[in-house]
Structures are given as structure tokens and as C-alpha cells.
């Protein structure tokens, strides 16, 4: 988190697919506190937030380089998706159902964010559709589409 402009809004670098996701909050977590959100816009990919407490920028500087948490109650994901920390851990599977490692990590790439599945080898798989075919954080398994190179 960064400030932005004079009036005390903080610059919010979002952690998830969209910035546009965090403007459906009405509050945020700071160091565990409950923040609430004034407003919340997106501006060139970011989180543009007034937040309050935050009225000018020196306010606003206080909360520099702090990482700003959702409660996932207020989360309301579309049918099919996941968080994607639910996933890491999960088991990685082919379509086959064959088993390729477990999801490690998951990189955050301008394209698309990419899976780091570690098994007898690193695969590095894109999280979009044509690689991804189904996420389920409740059964810990991830089914992937692999191709030559992969």
C-alpha cells in the first residue's frame, strides 16, 4: 500500500484477479484492526481507497507498506472459483487423473497468474481455462491440461 494524490487516499496493489474486487468492501483489516472504506475505485490496475482515519496524507503515509486483509465472509467468489491460497497444497492431477506433485506456489505473471506444481519435476502451468480445468479447494485437487513442453 502506497499513498495516492493529497487527500489521504491509499494506492492498493491487489493480490487477486482484479483490483475491481476490492471495491465490493466496505471494510478492511490493517494489523488486524477493522478499517472502514469510505470509497474505493480503480485507477491504471490499482485500489484507489479513502479510508477512515486516513484524511490527509500524512495519515495516509502512516499506513505505508502495510498489507491490507478482506474478511473472506464478505467474499462472494462467482460459482466456480476459488481463493487462490485455498489451492495451494492441493494435489495436481492430469486429466488422465494422474498425479503430477502438489501446488506449491502460485506466481503472479502480467498474463495470468501461473501454478508451480512440484512433483518428480517443476511444472509451471497457466491458471487460465485451457490449462485449468477445474480447482477444488475442498477436495485439495486441481486438474490440469498438459501439452508438449510443459
Known amino acids: 500500500m502506497n499513498t495516492h494524490g493529497v487527500r489521504g487516499e491509499v494506492r492498493i496493489q491487489p493480490w487477486a484477479d482484479e483490483a475491481a474486487f476490492l471495491t465490493r468492501f466496505r471494510r478492511f483489516y490493517i494489523d488486524g484492526k477493522e478499517v472502514k472504506v469510505r470509497a474505493c475505485r480503480v485507477h491504471k490496475g490499482m485500489c484507489i481507497a479513502s479510508l477512515e482515519g486516513a484524511d490527509d496524507v500524512n495519515a495516509a503515509m502512516a499506513l505505508r507498506d502495510k498489507v491490507i486483509f478482506i474478511d473472506r465472509e464478505d467474499a462472494r467468489l462467482p460459482a466456480g472459483t476459488v481463493f487462490l491460497q485455498d489451492i495451494i497444497g492441493a494435489r495436481a492431477v492430469d486429466e488422465s487423473g494422474r498425479e503430477l506433485g502438489t501446488v506449491e506456489d502460485i506466481l503472479s505473471e502480467p498474463a495470468a497468474s501461473v501454478l508451480v506444481i512440484r512433483g518428480e519435476r517443476e ?24 501439452i508438449d513442453g510443459m
Not at 502451468?125 to 498438459?146: E, I, M, N, S, Y
Request: aromatic share 4%.
Open 123 to 146: 511444472i509451471l502451468v497457466p491458471d487460465v481455462p485451457a490449462f485449468v480445468l477445474k480447482k477444488d479447494a475442498d477436495a485439495g485437487v486441481v486438474t490440469v491440461r498438459l
